[in-house]
């Protein structure tokens, strides 16, 4: 079922609405939401119009629409089918409301939380996947959910943290070879004194007894 | 009369502004504005230095060095040597005449006027002597200055080299014709030339300023000398704060004329003591001057240029904020010493009704805060650095000015800065950015769990109730169409009730397992407003019948209670409590404990705390998930006002009590269904919490109030109810070292239209070492409304003989100290008690607490009215409070013609009386008031006609005492009678309703005690009339036993 809602203006990540949950959920989605809240802020007026995205137990289904992005947690076994219907009667519903207000300047957060009582009584209708109106909605094909893109969690959240991670470990390794390189050229020199050291110096004494026994006087 | 003026002058000078500066966002802009500031900080740094490091009057503080200048005017036809200067100067060092104090104050503009004038002459000789001398001497006060600066007035150009650099852009205002004089001598480049050639061709064409044509040729802000010229002029005229003297003033010669008059060189530079006229006045022999009671607190004496804009509303109005001492001890030995009370009585979600000015609201969601402290902007900081930074005024942090402050990148269109309500306003509202919050703002939610058990039906508690909520509906806050309500009955079993119910009929559910009860189905039990409407008009409109024929004694309020909060705590919300029992099933089960032989002992107070820990625990809970708890009680027998208050108290609730309710009496149901509608229909804030701030050195340290304190210094507010007052000790952490102290409130909370705000109180109070400047801010309204919190504080945890005790040994203390230090017999016996002018309430307005319901000894009164007066007093505001200690005494029967007739503003009040049976007479009729009920007395022998006229009936005899209400005849004088009535009961913030009685002067033996209870004048055994009782201080201080 679905857990939570979120609308929020995709060109700077300000929320508009958002369903008040009861404190079980609100526990529980804790982490989800500020999760949802990243989301916003990495979407853009050219990302996927549609996208799935799974993390842990849920799954955040997220449409955009006239640059709001309608966004909802649901678990895991709810039907996408049913969760984008669901998005889409917000979007239609949101847009027809306060379509020419989205876009006013010096919009406060959540100005529009009286959508609330809108997404709570929808969310109610889709609440229970067996009612018939859902099994419908289940069969009919209003939606080719197929083609929507499933995205994992990590890979949107951390992407930018491995190639941060592979830049460091590369750096790390420059820094590494230089100082093997330095130390190499020690060692090796070092290896060099001890081959040929002692018979050079023992040549060098030889020649100067040689030296002194036969040319000094 | 030098305060009077002095704020006449303060709210006169808005034209002071600079309201012609050139448009923010140019280079070159702010500093100008700084001007004012730093030509006006030294005196202040001095102020404090002087009065730390020095004794009054001591040679380093002669007003002479200073001053500055050749003492006389010879130099007006010859600049003297250096040399000559000198010796003039030490001439001059004894105690300044007034004479000597004009000539002083005129020298500096004959230097300026020649100072130029010398330098065109020789351009080529860039110090001539005469200069030389006055620099070594003007730079002598200089040396504190520039700490000062470094410390709160940004850059002050100290090194030769950064004012060399600076010049271009910190040059014009004329800052450095006078304030820094350092720039001649290092920077004697063409703008050491010919900025001070400016203002001598202004004061030479007879000191008219104007902008000078002339000036702007050499640099562009020329225009910008005119308000750093006149900027200083108000300082004289105030005589306030005669430190800022600075030695050029454009009209000075006007100005010295009032100086003389004044007398304030002495007063500045000596010290302290002169500034604020501290009357001592007697109190003994008579009658204590209660039209003082409403008079305002005493003026805060802020340096001209504590704040950086000159609005008049800069400073923070006392019915939002004020404090117990409008003048700041410098020291914590200084405050101990005094002995006054140090904290901040707090009402930041003041109503504001027609005439006031409602606060203003920043929208753009720029909120520019210290980033150290936290603080919020506000005008007090000081912009440094050309304006492109804030010195936070409390931790002197320096932090970015925000660039929307001068450029609005939405209409591409520069702003004025100066304009912004946060630099203008020291109340002000934020819209509050997503950082804010950390979920939406929640909508308002009313459950209202209502008793139905048989006492209540049948005190007709429950009809009442549910006719005035069906009548209030449209009242209730509703402007997104998000509030919601919901219902719960309970007796011995807890009644739900389904809202939305498909058949349009409210559908009840019955929960009797009282052990563990649950929510019998998990929504529609609170629902919105709008939708469920018709079914909760169905629900309302049949509730007084539902229960009509019960008979069940049985109430389980605290399963109720868990199961409201079980709905509500999700969103958060009120839960409002009509209670008419006292709860006698599971879980906060209450037993009927009055015991009328503890009553008067020191056992008593134990009857004054809950009973129960299952409310406290509750309420923590409540407070945890922003839900706020009212409680309704109505006591026919004992109902525990004790326990049950402790919900509201941790909650940031109200308490509302109706002590032997029937709704059979009109005036009982009027009252009930007025103050709940009034509440129902409150614009009131919700998710709150409250924090204040100090300057540095200052620390909140107790706390008194409805609300929760979450960690140290945090208050949580779940509701912000209308008029709700909160008081707020302050202790000293480490020794002031600066002129101003801010204090900062900033209430973080969601509006009942569904906005997330904050409001920020800024109080500014200037420091002071001296005690009697301390002795002359205390205000003894804001003294009264702390000692009336700690003293229930006391009352409460301890002895109610402790907490009289306290508060009898604090005004000792401070007559005490008062007649040590300032009055001229500091020890030995007087024969009367003296104070200064602005405490002579004090011991009167103590004495009403004493006599007070909520604190006054004796074994006569319930603790069920004991504890309520105790909530009264310690969430009252000020406006509110005095009433309730002092009530209002009037006199109708010989009122003048133009009382009770609607005048200029509103309906006119006859004079106020002593509250004394002396003024009582046999045949008048007179009024009391106290803000919750209103006594008429009449006397035994009123005439027939009065009767006639007020009553309708024949004579006294046919006039019915008690609870009443006053007929509406044809006559002038009950007309009269009851638009003074009427008056009394709106004039104030409250959402009270005063309940009006009759009293005849040979009626009800009870009720006559009661009205002459109020008259605190008198004697009431077993407490003291205020005569006795000033003796009984008198002997006390006499004896030196403070």
Known sequence: MVKTTMIARVSDALPLAASIDDEQVEMELKEYKSQAKLIFRKLNLNSEKRCSIESGSYVFHYIIDHGVVYLCICERNYPRKLAFTYLDDLSKEFFMSYGNEIDRPGLRPYAFARFDTFMQNTKRMYQDTRTQSNLTKLHEDLQDVTKIMTKNMEDLLYRGETLDNLQGKSELLLRDSARYRKTARDVNLQALYRKYGPPAIILFVFLLVIYWRFWWY | MVMGGGIQQRAASPMIRPANLPPPGSPGMPRPFQSPQIQNRPPSGQFASQGQQTAPGSPAINPMGFMSGPPNGQNRSQPPTPRMQHQQQQQHQGPPTSQQLHQQHQQPLHQQQQQPLHQQQHPSQPQPPPQFGQHQQQQQPHPPMGQDLGLMAGPPTPTPQAGAQKSKRLYPAGINAYAEPPAYETAPSSHGFQHPGVPASHQASGMQIQPPAHGSQFFVPGEKQAPAFRQPVPAYQ????????????????????????????????????????????????????????????????????????????????????????????????????????????????????????????????????????????????????????????????????????????????????????????????????????????????????????????????VATAATTILESLDRIPNDEGRTKVGIITVDSSIHFYNLKAASGEPQMMVVSDLEEAFLPQPQDLLCN????????????????????????????????????????????????????????????????????????????????????????????????????????????????????????????????????????????????????????????????????????????????????????????????????????????????????????????????????????????????????????????????????????????????????????????????????????????????LQICDNLKLLPLLTLGMLKHVGLRGGSQIPSDLRSYAMHLLSTLPSQCLIPFLHPRFYSLHDMPEHCGTIGDHGIEMPQPMNLSSERLSRSGLFMLEDGQNIFLWIGRDAVPQLCMDLFGVPDYQSIRGGKTTLPTLETDFNQRVNLIVGKAREMRRTSYYSQLYIVKEDGDAALRLWFLSHLIEDRAEPIMSYYQYLGYLKDRVNSGSF
């Open chain 2, 529 to 832: 407003l709008s939708e469920c409407r018709p079914v909760l008009e169905a629900l309302l409109n049949r509730m007084s019948d539902m229960f009509k024929d019960t008979h069940n004694v049985g109430n389980a309020l605290g399963p109720a209670l868990n199961s409201a909060y079980k709905l509500v705590s999700p969103i958060g919300g009120k839960i409002l409590c009509l209670q008419a029992s006292l709860p006698n099933l599971e879980t906060g089960a209450l037993k009927m404990r009055e015991d009328p032989k503890l009553l008067g002992t020191a056992k008593e107070s134990t009857l004054l705390q809950s009973a129960s820990s299952f409310y406290k625990s509750l309420a923590v809970e409540c407070s945890k998930s922003q839900v706020c708890v009212d409680m309704f009680l109505f006591g026919s027998q004992y109902s525990d006002v004790a326990t049950l208050s402790c919900l509201p108290r941790f909650t940031g609730g109200s308490t509302f009590f109706y002590p032997a309710f029937t709704a059979a009496k009109s005036e009982d149901a009027l009252k009930f269904a007025h103050e709940l509608a009034e509440f129902l229909s409150q614009r009131i804030a919700l998710e709150a919490v409250m924090r204040v701030r100090a300057s540095k050195g200052l620390r909140m340290s107790a706390f008194y109030g409805n609300f929760f304190v979450r960690s140290t210094d945090l208050l949580s507010l779940p509701n912000v109810p209308r008029d709700q007052s909160y008081s707020i000790e302050v202790s000293f952490d480490d020794n002031l070292s600066i002129p101003v102290v801010c204090f900062q409130t900033a209430l973080l909370h969601t509006s009942s239209s569904g906005e997330r705000r904050i409001r920020v109180l800024t109080l500014a109070l200037p420091v002071t070492t001296s005690l009697s400047e301390l002795y002359a801010s205390a205000d003894q309204v804001a003294i009264t409304t702390l000692l009336a919190c700690k003293g229930v504080e006391r009352g409460m945890n301890a002895k109610l003989d402790d907490a009289r005790d306290a508060l009898t040994n604090k005004v000792v203390d401070i007559l005490g100290v008062y007649k040590t230090h300032m009055t001229a017999s500091s020890s030995g016996a007087t024969p009367n």
């Open chain 2, 238 to 461: 105030q005589g306030l704060q005669p430190l800022q003297g600075q030695p050029v003033q454009p009209n000075i010669n006007q100005l010295a004329g009032q100086m003389g008059g004044m007398n304030l060189g002495n007063a500045g530079y000596g010290g302290a003591q002169g500034i604020v006229p501290l009357s001592t006045v007697a109190l003994m022999g008579t009658a204590p001057k209660i039209y003082d009671l409403d008079a305002p607190p005493p003026p805060i004496r802020l340096p001209e240029t504590a704040s950086i804009t000159q609005s008049p509303f800069a400073n923070c109005d006392p019915s939002y904020k004020r404090s117990t001492l409008n003048a700041i001890p410098a020291t914590s030995q200084l405050l101990t010493k005094s002995r006054l009370p140090f904290g901040l009585v707090i009402t930041p979600y003041r109503s504001v009704k027609e005439g006031d000015e409602p606060v203003p609201v920043v929208s753009d969601s720029i909120i520019a805060r210290c980033r150290r402290c936290r603080t919020y902007i506000n005008p007090f900081v000081k912009f440094v650095e050309g304006g492109q930074r804030w010195k936070c005024n409390m931790c002197y942090t320096l932090n970015e000015v925000p660039s929307s402050f001068d450029y609005d990148s939405q209409t591409q269109q520069p702003v004025d800065r100066w304009q912004r309500k946060e630099l203008n306003h020291a109340v002000v509202e934020y819209i509050a950015p997503t950082e804010y919050m950390i979920r939406p703002p929640q909508p308002l939610v009313y459950m209202f769990v209502i008793d139905v058990s048989y006492p209540a039906v049948q005190c007709g508690m």
